[in-house]
């Protein structure tokens, strides 16, 4: 089943941020856009590339009204551990999620619950806390940040501009399309 066009479920949950420890609601992620950014675990292999990557994309995300937030099923003192201990992690600016409990990770449907780790999943929501683009991959994939900033792009264009659409390559200043009959074989 499809998240798209979904409303965010609530939560509780314990987050690590600049250095403090947080506690976030589906509520702090209203009124901006948000990414949802889910890893399997702290410490591993592939994650600290995707999450650097994060990190070095985030200016640029928050400039575009975007928050951010990781999440994995370790809690928000492992956050803090692995900031601590590595420095790829220790540049991360955005909020790192704890959820222990899984409850985030399930609202999501990415836990793999055999391991009781999340898949890697991003999910991006509109200021109304609607999920507007979700990708989900195995765990030996890693994400690109800057193809997730042109995809906010494109789906903050079309939160603005109702009945277009943005074309497969789309970037931020191109054209968009308006579908119609009369586009209809010509493309």
């Known amino acids: 089943m499809s998240l798209i066009n979904t409303t965010i479920k609530p939560f509780k949950a314990t987050a690590y941020w600049n250095g403090k420890e947080i506690a976030l609601t589906e509520a702090d992620v209203l009124g901006k856009w948000s990414v949802f950014f889910f890893y399997p675990a702290d ?11 994060l ?4 200016e640029e ?22 900031a601590d201990a590595t420095e790829t992690i220790g540049k991360i600016k955005y909020p790192m999620i704890g959820d ?3 409850q985030i990770t399930r609202n999501f449907g990415v836990m793999i619950e055999e391991e009781g780790l999340a898949l890697r999943g991003t999910f991006v929501m509109d200021p109304n806390g609607v999920i507007k683009v979700m ?7 890693g994400r690109d940040a800057s193809e997730l900033k042109r995809k906010i ?7 603005k501009n109702p009945g277009q659409a943005c074309p497969a390559k789309w970037k931020e200043g191109e054209a968009a399309l308006t579908p119609s009959l009369d586009l209809v074989g010509k493309i």
């Open 100 to 102: 222990p409990t899984g």
């Open 55 to 58: 990190a070095d994309q985030y």
């Open 153 to 159: 792009q494109a789906a903050q264009y079309i939160a």
């Open 61 to 82: 995300l928050k400039a575009m009204g975007v928050e951010v937030f990781s999440v994995s099923t370790d809690t928000h003192f492992v956050h803090k551990a692995w």
């Open 135 to 141: 990708e989900v991959h195995d765990l030996g994939i």
């Open 43 to 53: 410490f591993t292999f592939v994650c600290p590339t995707e999450l650097g990557d």
